[in-house]
């Protein structure tokens, strides 16, 4: 069973709605006083109806302003760290320095998390990027390289035992060709022998072991249509099936543009999202923004018809269980920084207004 998510708890399609209106309606027949309105549902609560996950990527630092710590702990019922359970945040010190690790960033965001009700999903154990640079520039051999690997999946993994359900283990290993990314990890100089997925093989063997009970995920992007690094990905992922290597699911980021609005290209995720499901997987949509040019009012409108298909295609694919935005403010998203002149891809504005794109996600999850 799936812990996180009890079987218990599912409620009949629509309940809220209903539940909502009664509620306002009874409260207004029934009270001679001006009754305080209804409040609509949150994102959160339509989710749980669908018995789906809706997370976002958070960051500790911007806890302590109220409003964000307010649309976070009630709209939102998973939390994942946007940097700080990454390698270079989590451990930027070797084995020699007396406090190789900081945990400080991810505690943090933990600790909200549980005291909001909320799950916590890992990112990411192994990546090419936002590694220390004493890993970077270390010289290390093979076998150095993948005893501090399995150290670091170990220490962590034990660290956030039973509080993080989930994990990112691998992050993009894959070009978009599909062929495999050279990196330290991979090739250079890698961290086992053998010239495809063997190391990644390998690293899910030592994330099982560190934390039997995790769910473990393999996260890219662009991976979302059906094409030759998502057919990569499939490859691997029905090898690991076959083999009983620990694979529990997928993820597909989901970063796009309006382009992205598009019926071939939509309906090329379903399928790829239908035969990622067929082989029993998990499949998480995990980094979800729309980044546009511009906020006018057509943009919005299209950004919101866009983020409401997204929502749509994950509530009716069954082993869709999270549906995830990558961040929710446009106050703090990553894109102005990596995107040049493009932004206004999240949900909620930067004045933590909720944007049409609020209201579209909301609308595809309380069907
Ligand atoms: C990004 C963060 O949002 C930025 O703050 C950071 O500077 C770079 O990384 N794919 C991923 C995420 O898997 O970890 C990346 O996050 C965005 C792309």
């Excluded at 749980?48 to 019922?77: C, I, K, M, Q």
């Excluded at 190789?100 to 909001?116: E, T």
């Excluded at 995790?214 to 991976?223: E, G, I, P, S």
Aim: aromatic share 12%; net charge negative; charged share 20%.
């Amino acid at each position: 069973m799936n812990v996180f998510f009890p079987r218990h708890r599912i409620i009949p399609r629509g309940f809220f709605i209903t539940a909502w209106c009664l509620a306002g309606f009874s409260i207004l027949a029934a009270s001679p006083v001006p009754p305080a309105l209804p409040t609509a549902p949150t994102l959160r609560q339509a989710a749980d109806a669908r018995h789906v996950l809706v997370g976002t990527a958070a960051a500790s630092h911007f806890l302590s302003e109220p409003e964000y710590a307010s649309v976070l702990g009630s709209e939102f019922s998973q939390l994942q760290a946007e940097n700080e359970m990454k390698f270079g945040l989590i451990h930027p010190r070797p084995a020699s320095d007396p406090n190789p690790y900081n945990f400080n960033g991810g505690d943090a965001l933990v600790a909200f998390a549980q005291g909001h009700n909320m799950v916590v999903r890992g990112h990411t154990l192994v990546w090419h990027n936002q590694i220390p640079d004493w890993v970077k520039s270390g010289n290390f051999s093979p076998q150095q390289l993948s005893d501090i690997l399995k150290g670091h999946i170990h220490t962590v993994m034990t660290h956030y035992a039973s509080k993080v359900y989930a994990w990112d283990v691998v992050n993009e290993a894959f070009e978009d060709d599909g062929s495999m990314r050279h990196t330290i990890w991979f090739d250079q100089p890698g961290i086992v022998a053998g010239k495809g997925t063997e190391y990644i093989e390998e690293v899910f063997r030592w994330a099982h072991e560190a934390d039997p009970k995790a769910k473990l995920f393999y996260n890219d992007y662009d991976a979302e249509e059906i094409n030759r690094k998502s057919d990569a990905i499939y490859a691997m992922a029905k090898d690991f099936k076959k083999r009983g290597v620990p694979l529990d699911g997928v993820g597909f980021q989901a970063h796009v543009t309006l382009k992205f609005d598009d019926p071939a290209k939509l309906e090329s995720f379903a399928k790829n999202l239908e035969r990622f499901a067929k082989l029993g997987l998990e499949l998480h949509i995990t980094e979800l923004d729309v980044r546009l040019t511009d906020p006018s009012a057509e943009s919005l409108a299209a950004e919101a018809k866009l983020y409401g298909e997204i929502t749509k295609l994950c509530v009716q694919q069954p082993a869709c269980k999270v549906l995830q935005t990558w961040g929710f403010t446009d106050k703090h998203s990553w894109i102005p920084g990596w995107y040049k002149g493009m932004g206004w891809a999240l949900p909620w504005d930067e004045k933590y207004q909720k944007k049409p794109a609020y209201e579209a996600m909301l609308k595809e999850l309380s069907k």
